[in-house]
């Protein structure tokens, strides 16, 4: 459903992906891992249209549509959603407003009615319990004043709102502790079906734990170095990066 | 093209039919207004409070001057004995040029002790078929622990060109309370000056509060004079501009007695070729003491070709007081726009909930709930075109 082919970018002129190649498949989970700086966010951005990046060379296909022509919004509404590593604080704006702009536009694109204010209000009760995301956190400013763990969790939740096909998820587990990372690797889980992938980015293997990834691959320096089974990740918490450098 | 000379031969001309239709307060101060403002003159932008906007230009048209024709009833003393007695004609051209004339006064006097259930709502609607100027003047008076709420509604139902000056004189005596909210929401062709002088006694309270949805260009002046021990002012002012448009908001809160409180906040949204202005003034004189006065000026700019300018001023002149004042201008964060693309919102929306977002601010200030509600719908329907808002339909 995803086929990155030989993709360059850079930002602000200096190259940070150098040729990346990767294909995802429905039902597939893949963990991205690599050392701080190696491009494993850019490549998230990338895949999302974040404007401050520039697609250099290479193709995106997703869905077997041109991915990169694709407005970030476009982008959204194709099935593709990223839970950010620092979700942005929106004071003024309510969640109840963000998530029903972003639903309603969704099913426009969709070519289906908005949904009414009771249902969209039921919806959001329901898909709430599946991150344990108190009420409280909902009527209030998109993320604001949120921990860094309800931040987390209200990723999920919108994950769980829009109902994506593809999820790519940029250290969600960095900041959590131990409940918050199962209530979030576990909302993430009842999430999953036969039709949905995901790309996991992370340094550990505890949220790899819970995730189980089919396909572990190891960013260095923009490029994609070593792929293998979950066993790989396994090797990486044990020996660290440094065998996987030459 | 009208100056100053123009406007006081108009007056010279028209004297003797002004001052048979207006009461005998109003004539009385005729003359030294416009003594003074023929000395004066329009301001020029070498004048600091009117270095913003270009008044001679916006006066310079030739407007119609509509005479009433049927004399207006006499002033009650209490009205007659405070009329023009804080509005400055001396040092202020337009408060002036107003006060020279002006033919009927709208007194809101609300007696000791009452308390008004309802706020009290007043309705201008321009309408003409000529180039007109209007002068108005509106006095409050609320005696001793009295309690008032007006809302101001400035509307226009003609495309015509519009000038308006508005003198407002508030009295709030000791322990009353007033809430005053102007809203103005004409259109491009309409200019507009209100000038607002209040005076404050021990332990009263005034909220002024002025948004500016629409016009063609907006100047108002408020003057807040805390004299008595404990009086309090909110300012609160909000204006979105776009195409032309130019709003300049310009205040002073003047503390004369110990214990005053005064906070105030202003937002512009400034988009497309419009520009703004706020520039406040805090005065904490000697004696003073105790003051605990919040002044904040913010903005939002919307594009490369919108201006806004801002100015802060805070005078202290007594010790043990607590004052802030600080203003920003910004344009609307990308990260926040990235993350509700990436949620799948257009970027028009995406915009138009920012800047929404950035105005509430201000109308969560508004303790008149149902006047907040409206304005909440107000605003977002001025964000919107006509083609995205399905406010109308509900």
Redesign the interface.
Known sequence: MLEIKNLHATIGGKEILKGIDLTVRPGEIHALMGQNGAGKSTLSNVLVGHPAYTVTEGTVTFHGKDLLAMSPDERAHEGLFLSFQQPVEIPGVSMVNFMRAALNAKRKYQGLEPLDAAAFLKLMRERRKIVELDNKLTSRSVNEGFSGGEKKRNEIFQMAMLEPTMCILDETDSGLDVDALRIVAEGFNKLRTPETAAIVITHYQRLLDYLKPDVVHVLIDGRIVKTGGPELALEIEQKGFGDLKD | MKGTDQYIELWRAERARIDACAPAALNARREAAAAAFERMGFPSRKVERYKYTDVAAAFAPNYGLQLATAPAAPLTEAAAARYGTLADVETDAVTALNTMLVQDVLVIHVAAGERKEHPVQITNTLRATAPLMQNRRLLILAEAGAHVQVILSDRAAADQDFLTTQVTEVFVEPGAHVELYDIEDTAERCHRFHQVFAEVAAGGHLTHTTFTLAGGLSRNQTDVRLKGKGAEAVLLGCAITNGTQHVDNNTLIDHCAPGGVSRELYKYVVDQQSTGAFAGKVLVREGAVQTDSVERNANLVCTEQARMWTQPMLEIYADDVKCSHGSTVGQL????L??????????V?ART??K???A??VLNEIPLEALQQRLHVQVEKRFRSCEDCKLCAK
């Not at chain 2, 964060?333 to 926040?336: L, P, Y």
């Not at chain 2, 990235?338 to 970027?347: A, H, L, V």
């Open positions: 964060n990308d990260e926040a990235f993350y509700m693309r990436q949620r799948g919102i257009s970027e929306e909930l920012l929404q977002a950035f509430s601010e």
